[in-house]
């Protein structure tokens, strides 16, 4: 089992910078792929950003590209995400995620991946 821990949420004015972190139980998800995904209130849970399991490849939402960075740290089991530039429109709750399958078919995929952690909140004012 794998428990994951998001931190670094918060309020920001907009054109502001947050830095999520998401660590891990377990240094088993170094050899998995990782994503963050963020649902806003009345909408569907979305694709935000995926890594695969050595950081070699990074996937983006469109709606984040250029403005977000997905990284990770084998040696903290922790992935995290470099949110700049921020908009109203990123207010959401944030969450990191594992996938234990095929990263390069399924990463900007919900329902493939197998661990979830609780989120944390970004809030955005315009």
């Known amino acids: 089992q794998v428990q994951l821990v998001e931190s670094g949420g918060g309020l920001v004015q907009a054109g502001g910078s947050l830095r999520l972190s998401c660590a891990a139980s377990?240094?088993?998800?170094?050899?998995?792929?990782m994503g963050w995904f963020r649902q806003a209130p009345g909408q569907e849970r979305e694709f935000v950003a995926a890594i695969n399991w050595n950081g070699r490849s990074t996937n983006y939402a469109d709606s984040v590209k250029g403005r977000f960075t997905i990284s990770r740290d084998s040696a903290k089991s922790s992935v995290y995400l470099q949110m700049n530039s921020l908009n109203a429109e990123d207010t959401a709750v944030y969450y990191c995620a594992v996938d234990r399958g095929d990263y390069s078919r399924t990463y900007y995929i919900s329902s493939s991946y197998d661990y979830w952690g609780q989120g944390t909140q970004v809030t955005v004012s315009s």
């Open positions: 377990t240094r088993a998800v170094n050899t998995y792929s």
